[in-house]
């Protein structure tokens, strides 16, 4: 481990760029000044001085916000405990329509109607007035929808005003003043009126924070589900009553009835200059540099890192957010806890604290409520800011200081080592040894010694090794390029090895050398191996050598070899050659060809128009036997010889097993061309006779299957399995022939055999699962049975029609019966016990009509689900015709109820003969006769003869397939006894109830009935 530690240092310190000894000493004594700065700083960030006097300026500005909001929250909690007046104004109310003096239905359409009950509820308002601290109080009556209202309607009501609630009130009421009243009222009150006084509210239409329309609809349109006071809300923004400039936000709650009418709202007021007085903007900062402000959002968190706050009431001249686009502010988190606005190009920092105005459920609990305030940032850090500038100046002095010192201290180091440097350069360029002079530093006098003799020892050591690569067995050459000098240095056998002995012993520069190297490998053959080094297939008087050339680069040395490998290559070749060819035909055998296939496909550029051609030996079996395996062998060997000599150069051809091949024509530009030359193949097998020992002559005889590229398939293995199926195809019909790909009759003989396959596992897994379709009751629309549905997931069975045919086609229709009654009745009954369908609803399970359980099975069923048998439907489905004999086999079944219907009333088999053989309890109507019912007066006769004939013999009519309300309607009114279809009910595994429109027209039918 350690030797790998310093084999790791050492080629980091190779690959270490080069530097001077001035930077080295320089830049160790920066290093030790950054470190010595770094400490310094870090325990200045580890005290964190200036962060904790901006936290505590910050924590100092929390403090007062959050007690601020307290109290701001109190006031408004008690502005909005209206609950005690909208009792007493409901009981007023409530006396005065008990005594006829008002009525609802008039109530807003004048003072004249509802004078008596606002001169009724004025003292009440009065009274809350004077316990509130509020600045206003107002009543609105209104009885209608404001969707329909007209805009500027008079609506009847009151406002009053007090301007100063602080104040002691006067005993004759002068410092009120009546903002909305009726004439009578502000007699009956002797109250003054403000300067915009008017009789009646006008109404302002769709206004967005009005202080009537949002609580009265929201209420309205509730059917007044909630308490009026959940309905209560406070106006988001400020405003200004018609004739008056002063800017108010009101809180407003609907009057309910205990009958749930709506009625009007009561509500109170804030004059925000009242407001302004208990938002005192200069205990934030003396030199009032703090604002406070009441705002509200209906966002749950910030968005993109932005809360948008809504200013409602700013505690004194907003000069901070004149330039807010319609009183908006867009808080921004800084991710820290902390959140700042930009506002008139300065940053402000804000704290927001809730104010609690609504419950948790309430209808406009989405708007949140905050007190903010603001300081800017520039005030609010101004300390902390002086002191970590008084900071960062006294280390950039330091900084300085240090530098100056440094450089001096270096530059005096570094002075006799520059000197030494220049002697060796000196002696380098004279090609001589060095002559040292001392620099009177240990360490430095030492190496230069011993540099020098390691020079001398250098020049002893190469001769020796130039000498022994001479004597060696292998023939090996190099060479050595600096690109540091220019230097060139070749083995006397290197260029006679690459086939250039003509190149040996001439002077070479870097750039001569490279470009006769790159001559060589251009004129030359050659390949790279698996580790990168380059093969060159040499051309020598004595015969073609192969020569391995390696290559490494070390520093500004690019070393290279070059090596004689020639008897390695052509055992390799040899070894190769007998693992990639059939022994018997000299072809490609399997792993070959399907290497070769793999390379051919991956570059379609050199595919162009290509067929692949399976072909199977005719007749192999019986030369064989008859003449045995040698002449077997024989025809073998004589297709292979005929392949290699019938097809073009660069064709693929390959013997995969005993009697089978493989050819691959690649290349060409149209079919026809490749058709031309399996013509010729084809024929040129047809005129090769062989005479057998019998006498007889011996053709090839080929049965064979071409797939094309790239309109059949794209890929190796897809188009053999298509040349194989081709192949195939002509073997099971004539053989001796070649056909090509029919992707036609594949897809249908691969479709129908998944189709059979996929039938078996059905049967095999009994793999089908079960809906249930509700059928229900035509008077009152309960659930009377469910009818059992087969389905499956397999993705060629998905019809149960495709299952049935199969079943006929296989002679299987007893295994679907049988599936059909275990596998209904088991997830019935598993239903049944979950609670998921009505316990005493029928089963309706289809059975074929001319099929009947063995004995041993009806013993089983009644044996695990007896309970459920009697409950059981046997419906007689209509595609085959009854079987009497099972007919009473079924009648007589262990436990059976002995119930029948009739399916599909009108279609297959379900005629008038099964009718009167079968007796069943109910018939079911084919859906071709209920679908569009309601438009055919010949439909609505057939139902009305079927309903005729059943109703006397006890039989219930089933009308199958209802899928519209007018469907429903008709059939009702003809007399069907049951009902079903999608417009009721869909079939699901777990059936759901009747849809709610059926449930209505039922009913509505059956009232028009009794009626």
Not at 82 to 99: F, G, H, M, P
Not at 213 to 240: H, P
Not at 942 to 970: C, D, F, Q, W
């Amino acid at each position: 481990m350690f030797d790998a530690w310093k084999e790791r240092q050492r080629q980091r310190l190779e690959n270490r760029p080069e530097r001077t000894v001035f930077y080295n000493i320089f830049a160790t004594m920066m290093l030790v000044l950054v470190v010595e700065l770094l400490m310094a700083v870090a325990s200045i960030l580890a005290v964190n001085v200036t962060g904790q006097l901006d936290e505590n300026a910050k924590d100092l500005l929390t403090m007062r916000v959050r007690n601020r909001a307290s109290y701001v929250q109190e006031i408004l909690r008690n502005a909005e405990d209206l609950d005690q007046l909208s009792e007493q104004i409901t009981a007023t109310t409530q006396q005065l329509l008990k005594s006829g003096d008002i009525s609802l239905d008039t109530l807003d359409n004048s003072s004249e109607q509802s004078d008596a009950l606002l001169v009724a509820l004025a003292p009440q308002l009065l009274d809350t007035l004077r316990t509130k601290q509020v600045t206003g109080i107002f009543l609105i009556l209104n009885t209608h929808d404001l969707d329909t209202c007209e805009v500027g309607k008079k609506m009847p009501g009151i406002y009053l005003r007090d301007m100063d609630p602080d104040a002691r009130p006067s005993e004759r009421n002068s410092d009120l003043l009546l903002e909305r009243a009726s004439a009578t009222v502000v007699k009956e009150l002797a109250i003054g009126t403000d300067k915009g006084w008017q009789p009646a509210f006008p109404y302002q239409g769709d206004t967005k924070g009005g202080i009537l329309r949002t609580v009265f609809q929201t209420a309205y349109k509730g059917d007044a589900g909630l308490s009026a006071e959940s309905y209560g809300r406070w106006t988001t923004n400020s405003y200004c009553l018609a004739g008056d400039d002063r800017h108010a936000i009101a809180y407003s709650m609907p009057l309910i009835l205990p009958d749930g009418t709506v009625y009007g709202v009561v509500g109170v007021e804030l004059l925000t200059d009242y407001l302004q007085t208990k938002l005192p903007f200069t205990e934030l900062d003396e030199d009032k540099a703090g604002t406070y402000f009441i705002v509200t959002t209906t966002d749950d968190a910030l968005t993109d890192g932005v809360l948008s706050l809504r200013k409602t009431v700013t505690s004194g001249e907003d000069l901070v957010t004149a330039d807010a686009p319609l009183g908006v502010l867009n808080c921004r988190s800084n991710g820290n806890g902390g959140n700042w606005v930009e506002l008139n190009d300065k940053r402000y920092y804000m704290v927001l604290e809730p104010l609690q105005v609504y419950n948790r459920n309430a209808p406009f609990a989405a708007e949140k409520w905050f007190l903010a305030g603001t300081m800017e940032q520039s005030v609010l850090l101004a300390f902390s800011s002086r002191v970590r500038e008084v900071l960062l100046t006294t280390i950039a002095i330091t900084l300085v200081l240090s530098v100056l010192g440094s450089l001096l201290v270096s530059a005096r180091l570094a002075r006799p080592i520059n000197r030494l440097y220049r002697e060796v350069i000196d002696a380098q360029e004279k090609k001589t040894f060095p002559r040292l002079s001392r620099t009177a530093i240990r360490e430095v006098d030492r190496f230069a010694e011993t540099i020098t003799e390691l020079n001398k020892e250098l020049v002893t050591n190469s001769t020796k090794f130039l000498r022994i690569m001479d004597m060696a067995s292998v023939e090996i050459g190099g060479y050595e390029l600096r690109t540091d000098t220019g230097s060139v240095f070749v083995t006397d056998n290197f260029f006679p090895l690459l086939g250039k002995p003509e190149m040996q012993g001439k002077p070479l520069s870097v750039r001569r050398f490279e470009e006769v190297l790159k001559g060589i490998r251009e004129k030359n053959p050659r390949d790279r191996t698996a580790e990168g080094d380059e093969l060159l297939t040499i051309q020598q008087p004595d015969g073609v050598r192969y020569i391995m050339l390696r290559s490494t680069i070390e520093g500004h040395a690019k070393i290279g070899l070059a090596e004689d490998v020639t008897a390695a290559v052509l055992e390799r070749k040899r070894i190769e050659h007998e693992r990639d060819h059939d022994i018997l035909t000299g072809l490609y055998n399997r792993q070959a060809f399907n290497r070769v296939c793999t390379e051919l496909f991956a570059a379609p550029e050199r595919m162009g128009v290509a067929a692949l051609m399976m072909m199977d030996l005719d007749n192999l079996k019986h030369i064989n036997d008859t003449y045995g395996h040698d002449w077997g062998d024989q025809y073998i060997r004589r297709t292979g010889q005929c392949l290699r000599d019938n097809t073009p150069a660069g064709t693929v051809c390959a013997r995969l097993s005993g009697d089978e091949f493989l050819v691959l024509f690649h290349g060409y530009r149209s079919r026809d061309a490749v058709r031309e030359k399996i013509d010729r193949l084809t024929k040129a097998m047809q005129q090769s006779v062989a005479l057998l020992p019998s006498g007889n002559a011996l053709h090839i005889s080929l049965s064979g299957g071409i797939a094309w590229y790239p309109d059949d398939g794209q890929d190796w293995e897809t188009l053999k399995k298509y040349a194989d199926f081709a192949m195939y195809q002509v073997k099971h019909s004539e053989k001796g022939r070649v056909e090509e790909f029919d992707i036609g009759v594949y897809n249908r003989e691969a479709y129908a055999e998944r189709t059979r396959r996929e039938f078996r596992q059905l049967l095999s897994n009994a793999q089908v699962f079960y809906c249930f379709q509700p059928i229900f009751s035509a008077r009152s629309g309960r659930v009377v049975a469910y009818e059992a549905l087969m389905r499956s997931d397999l993705p060629t069975l998905r019809s149960p029609a495709t299952i049935m045919k199969l079943a006929r086609e296989q002679g299987a229709l007893y295994e679907i019966e049988r599936i059909t009654f275990t596998k209904a009745l088991e997830t019935f009954d598993s239903l049944c016990r979950a609670g998921s369908v009505s316990g005493d609803a029928m089963l309706f399970v289809n059975s074929i009509a001319n099929t009947c359980l063995s004995h041993e099975d009806g013993k089983y069923i009644n044996s695990h689900w007896h309970e459920l048998c009697h409950r059981m439907v046997v419906e007689i489905t209509e595609e085959e015709a009854i079987d009497y004999e099972a007919l009473e086999r079924k009648r007589n079944a262990p436990g059976f109820s002995g119930m029948f219907a009739l399916d599909d009333y009108g279609s297959g088999y379900s005629n008038e003969n099964t009718l009167l053989q079968l007796a069943p309890r109910f018939v079911k109507v084919d859906i071709t006769i209920i679908r569009g019912i309601d438009t055919s007066p010949d439909k609505q006769q057939i139902l009305r003869n079927m309903v005729a004939y059943a109703h006397p013999r006890s039989m219930k009519i089933v009308a199958e397939g209802v899928e519209t309300a007018a469907e429903l309607r008709t059939v009702i009114e003809l007399g069907a006894d049951l009902l079903q279809g999608y417009f009721l009910a869909r079939p699901a595994i777990v059936p759901g109830a009747i849809a709610p429109e059926a449930v209505a027209i039922i009913q509505e039918l059956q009232r028009r009935k009794k009626d």
